[in-house]
């Protein structure tokens, strides 16, 4: 029998995030309810169950991967019944995001996990989940919950250029200006639009981006300070979103 330690979860720590942030947001727009509870569980069986099975496609240990797929995919399909019986139709919310997990199955045969628009493709997986989570009460996608996703998306996708300009790609002087260029006109297009409150969500990450870039730091206190920016980027949110998106 398989023991805790022994227990497959994927290594990539920030992705972790970008599975409880976009749900939190979208569950708190759409109005938190009990279904929340399985829906997340089912959610979060499912997110597990991709690293064995991406795993097995590049590793010789195969049907020690594929176990354990299995295991937690047959868990999520269970658990997700109930959220299913409940709303049926958040099943499209499924198929919405198969295109995209279709482009992380193709870097990770190919051996590129790291390949910035595998980032993203996962990055909008995510994201849909936390649509989803609005959506299972209310039966809809309103405007609030579509644009908080959007930052959530956007938040992710700077941090996921930062992450690059510190780690992997910080001889590649091209990141940097992707990096900075990005936050600058993120910040910029917020200005320009009604959501300029949202601001404050970001000026951390705009901060970390421009100050910390050069900066040798151990790859653990990067990921802390990651951490740290998105537990911040997740109250501001939640403060906005409460005092100037809902009624």
Request: overall charge positive; charged content about 15%; proline content about 4%.
């Amino acid at each position: 029998m398989a023991t805790v330690k022994k227990l497959v979860i994927p290594k990539q720590h920030g992705a972790w995030a970008m599975l409880v942030i976009p749900f939190l947001l979208g569950a708190y727009i759409g109005g938190f309810s009990w279904i929340h509870i399985p829906l997340f569980i089912g959610w979060l069986c499912l997110y597990l169950a991709t690293y064995p099975l991406l795993m097995a496609m590049k590793n010789k240990r195969k049907p020690f991967y594929i176990k354990w797929f299995a295991l937690y995919f047959a868990a999520a399909a269970v658990i997700l019944l109930f959220p299913l019986i409940y709303r049926w139709e958040i099943i499209y919310f499924g198929m919405a995001m198969t295109p995209f997990f279709l482009i992380n199955i193709y870097y990770g045969k190919k051996k590129k996990d790291r390949a910035f628009f595998n980032d993203l493709a996962a990055i909008a997986v995510f994201c849909i989940g936390g649509l989803a989570s609005s959506f299972i009460v209310s039966g809809e996608i309103t405007k609030e919950a579509f644009i908080t996703i959007m930052l959530c998306f956007l938040f992710f996708v700077g941090s996921t250029f930062y992450v690059k300009t510190m780690i992997r790609e910080k001889n590649n002087p091209n990141y940097k200006w992707l990096s900075w260029g990005f936050h600058v006109f993120l910040m910029i297009g917020l200005i320009a639009t009604e959501y300029a409150v949202f601001i404050i969500a970001y000026i951390p990450s705009v901060i970390r981006a421009v100050y910390f870039y050069g900066k040798k730091m151990p790859i653990l206190k990067i990921g802390l300070i990651e951490v740290g920016n998105a537990v911040y980027f997740c109250f501001a949110m939640f403060m906005i979103i409460n005092l100037f998106m809902l009624p």
